[in-house]
């Protein structure tokens, strides 16, 4: 019983996320984004750091990237890029990878850098030195 009631639910609920992404895709994927930056930093904070306290300022950077950046973003470029090249065949999803990875990778870690760095009240030759530092090992480590 418990099975059938916890599968239902959640068939529910994904019918129900699917009909408000219909209805409102911009909205839905910045508050996806906005709920996965969240957490995620979360996560990493308590998991992965092993941190003993919250940095909640920090989550609240990673969460509002997410809401500004990160889903408003990934719908119009996606869109675009599905606009422009549709379909599923093994040829066209190649080319859609290699186009997100070797061109999209590399300008969305430039923007999260520097959004970071500008939320952090960094310089600009702070944010520079960043970028120059990180982003190689951050695109390459999406591969």
Not at 8 to 33: D, E, I
Not at 81 to 86: E, V
């Amino acid at each position: 019983v418990f099975r059938s009631f916890k599968k239902s639910s959640m068939s529910f609920l994904w019918a129900q996320y699917n009909r408000a992404l219909a209805a409102q895709p911009l909205v839905v994927k910045a508050l996806t984004s906005f709920t996965g930056f969240t957490a995620g930093d979360l996560l990493a904070q308590k998991a992965v750091e092993g941190k003993e306290e919250i940095d909640f300022v920090r989550t609240a950077r990673m969460a509002t990237f997410g809401l500004l950046w990160h889903g408003p973003s990934g719908h119009y470029f996606y869109g675009f890029l599905d606009s422009k090249l549709p379909g599923t065949t093994m040829a066209t999803v190649f080319t859609k990878v290699g186009i997100d990875q070797l061109l999209w990778n590399p300008i969305f870690g430039i923007v999260f850098f520097s959004y970071l760095g500008v939320a952090e009240g960094k310089s600009q030759s702070d944010i520079v030195a960043k970028i120059k530092s990180d982003l190689p090992t951050a695109v390459t480590g999406s591969w």
